[in-house]
């Protein structure tokens, strides 16, 4: 079992920053591979970032030059530095963790490799 519990978000303006963070308790944290997912209103949650037990990472286009994902397995934390936000990255934000054996640089956009889910934190860019 792991259980997540996320912190940050808020109302940002365009071109502004923030910072998600995501702390994990339960299973021993250097042992699962983890995703940030958001969900707009009536859309499908999809994945922006992940990365594996060994710190290896994955981003979706979109944010790929704007948003740092990264994992600090001395405090159980996974974080999201957003930089230069856009209205588009306007939704609710979730983290997600998984144990399942699946090798030191497996990690995955998808929703159902996902056991795991944090409460979900609100992200407003807005001018």
């Known amino acids: 079992q792991v259980h997540l519990v996320q912190s940050g978000g808020g109302s940002v303006r365009p071109g502004g920053s923030l910072r998600l963070s995501c702390v994990a308790s339960?299973?021993?944290?250097?042992?699962?591979?983890m995703a940030w997912f958001r969900q707009d209103p009536g859309k499908e949650r999809e994945a922006i970032v992940s990365?594996?037990?060994?710190?290896?990472?994955s981003y979706v286009a979109s944010v790929k030059d704007r948003f740092v994902v990264s994992r600090d397995n001395a405090k159980n934390t996974l974080y999201l530095q957003m930089n230069r936000l856009e209205s588009e990255d306007t939704a609710v934000y979730y983290c997600?963790?998984?144990?399942?054996?699946?090798?030191?640089?497996?990690?995955?956009?998808?929703?159902?490799?996902?056991?795991?889910w944090g409460q979900g934190t609100q992200v407003t860019v807005s001018s």
């Open positions: 990365i594996s037990i060994d710190d290896t990472r």
């Open positions: 997600a963790a998984s144990n399942r054996q699946r090798g030191s640089s497996y990690r995955s956009m998808d929703k159902n490799d996902y056991d795991y």
């Open positions: 339960g299973d021993t944290f250097s042992n699962v591979y």
